[in-house]
């Protein structure tokens, strides 16, 4: 039987009533409360970063609270997926693994974020570009358009990812008004996808109301990606 996940009693800790012994009926027990408590608490980190966006566009907080408010979640949202990685609980794959071995290759094996950039809906300009960022420009003028033309489908798909040259793979994630485009090394798990997702949702939250307005110049814009990407 393999030992319990640590982390998570020492992130989530639950009383044991009694030593553990096989389980009488369905009462679940101690780890997959402390797996369950883990993945309810990113919920709620979820929905602070989302609140925080909402506060930002109204006005109730200001940049630096903004950018170090988001950097804090973040944090938090990182240690406890990194937790439930490696609960061998958290995922089928887990359950023939003997050593921590599989989880050295999972992570020597994941995706690379290479660089990235902001594009703008409206005329396909970037407003932020990072990193090692090579994507051909055909392709790249061939989504972007594909967006503006249909932006009620691309949102509805929100999200976007292909393979190109060197087994490096791209991901799109379009917005009302803007357009993310993520490099990566090798193709990323759908938890990263997932990651941008809330990402650009959350840029787009914030600034919203300079988008509106037509404001794009990055000095008067916040961009919560230097917590993630940079």
């Known amino acids: 039987m393999s030992k319990p996940p640590g982390i998570l009693r020492r992130l989530f800790k639950r009383k ?5 012994e096989p389980a009488v009926g369905s009462e679940p027990s101690a780890d997959e409360v402390a797996i369950a408590k883990a993945r309810a608490y990113l ?6 970063m989302e609140r925080l966006a909402e506060d930002f566009a109204a006005g109730r907080v200001n940049p630096t609270q903004f950018q170090e408010l988001y950097a804090h ?3 938090e949202r990182k240690v406890v997926m990194e937790a439930l990685e490696e609960t061998p609980e958290a995922a ?3 359950a023939a693994a003997a050593t921590g071995e599989s989880v050295i290759i999972r992570r020597r094996h994941a995706a690379r974020i290479l660089g990235y950039a902001i594009y703008l809906n409206a005329s396909g300009a970037p407003i932020r570009t990072v990193g090692e960022y090579h994507v051909d420009a055909r392709l790249l003028a061939s989504m972007l358009d594909s967006f503006r033309s249909n932006i009620e489908e691309a949102l509805e798909r929100q999200i976007h990812s292909l393979e190109i040259e060197h087994g490096r793979w ?8 803007t357009t993310l485009v993520v490099l990566f090394s090798v ?10 997702r809330d990402l650009q ?6 600034n919203q109301q300079q988008f509106a307005r037509g404001i794009t110049d990055p000095a008067q ?8 990407f940079e």
């Open 73 to 75: 979640y973040q944090r």
């Open 187 to 196: 193709e990323p798990a759908r938890a990263q996808l997932d990651m941008l």
């Open 16 to 20: 044991a009533e009694a030593p553990e």
């Open 92 to 94: 089928a794959w887990r």
């Open 43 to 48: 919920e709620q980190v979820r929905q602070k």
């Open 221 to 228: 814009l916040v961009f919560p990606h230097a917590v993630v």
């Open 201 to 206: 949702a959350h840029f787009e939250r914030a």
């Open 170 to 177: 791209v991901g799109f994630v379009p917005g009302q008004y």
